[in-house]
Each structure stands twice: as C-alpha cells, then as structure tokens.
C-alpha cells in the first residue's frame, strides 16, 4: 500500500511539523514527507515518534523521506 505524501520542501519550521499533523489526522494509518533539510527531518521525526508512530527516514539526493507508520 503506497502512502498518502506530504511534500514539505521548501518549508521551515514548523510548517513541516503542522503539515505532518494534519495529514496524520487524515490518514492515521500513516503518511510519508518529503523534506530538504535536516531540522526539518529532526522534527517530524521527533513529533512522528512522540504520537507513538514508527519512522524510517532514507535520503534521496538532498531530500530526505520519512515513512510514518504505525
């Protein structure tokens, strides 16, 4: 099952954060970011993991993807 996308490049802080959020309340099951920078990545991942939700992060060339599941 592909998941549901959020494309935070170009975003700062806490865009990234919010976005994730609401997509999150959409699509509990899960969701992927796309991200371009590194405080960025730190903080979804740290917000994905405070609402006990797993995150696999890979780099694709600058940009770096989060799949947060549960």
Do not use: H, W
């Not at 954060?17 to 990545?41: C, H, M, S, W, Y």
Request: charged share 30%.
């Amino acid at each position: 099952m592909a998941l549901n996308t959020v494309d935070a490049r170009g975003r700062s802080c806490p865009e990234p954060v919010v976005l994730t959020r609401k997509a999150l309340e959409q699509f509990p099951t899960g969701v992927q970011v796309i991200l371009d920078n590194t405080t960025a990545r730190d903080n979804v991942k740290r917000f994905a993991e405070s609402k006990n939700y797993k995150v696999a992060v890979k780099s694709d060339g600058e940009d770096f993807v989060l799949a947060i599941t549960k």
